[in-house]
């Protein structure tokens, strides 16, 4: 059973990195990242766009689009009880192994680390949904990072205020370009709130019954 978890996670691993790597090319290569771009933008831009009067306000709910969706799939493929099962069993496991050994108990250690396939092992089971969530960020969600940059580029005035600055370019760079620190600055923010509000939310039996529909093979 180990041994197809193992074989499991290497295909997804495998497929993600494969995924990556077309949205790299697709990133790369401006013609289709311009088609990408332009398409969305006949959605977005009537939608969020304001007629680019409002960008900040347009990148505000750009990102809690991203924030919501990837919250949503995370909370979606993770069982968040099995995880924290996971994570106190193996909190318990160290305590135990590290005080057999400062005891000098060589007999506990070895039963102990008897035990230790089986804590990797619910380990494993329990953070096997985190990587699902990753395919889904790939597919819905890097699209609308290319509508943004799309759409503030083609912008009239993009400068935005701050308490210590008047004009502070969108495209200003300090490691990145200062629209991704915005965005950033929110979504730790934002981001936070909705992935509690949803990890609550798992615990509600309406959850768990909607959760069986939406996967029914899990």
């Known amino acids: ?9 290497s295909s997804q691993l495998l497929l ?14 401006p013609g289709i990242s311009a088609f990408i771009a332009t398409s969305l933008n006949s959605v977005f831009y009537p939608l969020i766009g304001f007629s680019g009067q ?23 493929f993770t069982d968040w009880v099995k995880m924290g099962e996971s994570q106190e069993s193996t909190k318990a496991f160290q305590k135990e192994i590290s005080e057999a050994r400062k005891e000098g108990n060589t007999n ?4 102990l680390m008897k035990m230790q396939p089986e804590i990797m092992k619910r380990q494993t089971e329990a953070s096997s949904g985190m990587m699902k969530p990753m395919f889904f960020l790939f597919l819905f969600i890097v699209p609308i990072f290319m509508w943004l940059r799309f759409f503030l580029g083609n912008l009239d005035y ?17 490691l990145w370009q200062a629209w991704l620190w915005l965005y950033l600055v929110f979504s730790m923010v934002v981001g936070q709130v909705i992935r509690q509000g949803l990890k609550w939310v798992s615990w509600s039996d309406w959850w768990k019954e909607t959760k069986k529909k939406i996967l029914p093979l899990r």
Request: hydrophobic residues 60%; charged residues 15%.
């Open 16 to 29: 993600l990195m494969l995924l990556m790597f077309v949205m790299l090319f697709i990133f790369g290569d």
């Open 108 to 111: 506990k250690v070895n039963k």
């Open 54 to 76: 409002y960008p900040v306000l347009t990148l505000v709910l750009a990102g809690t689009v991203v924030v919501f969706l990837s919250s949503f799939f995370q909370n979606l």
């Open 1 to 9: 059973m180990f041994k197809l978890d193992d074989k499991a996670q």
């Open 158 to 174: 993009y400068f935005f205020t701050v308490p210590w600055s008047q004009n502070i370019s969108f495209f200003d760079k300090f």
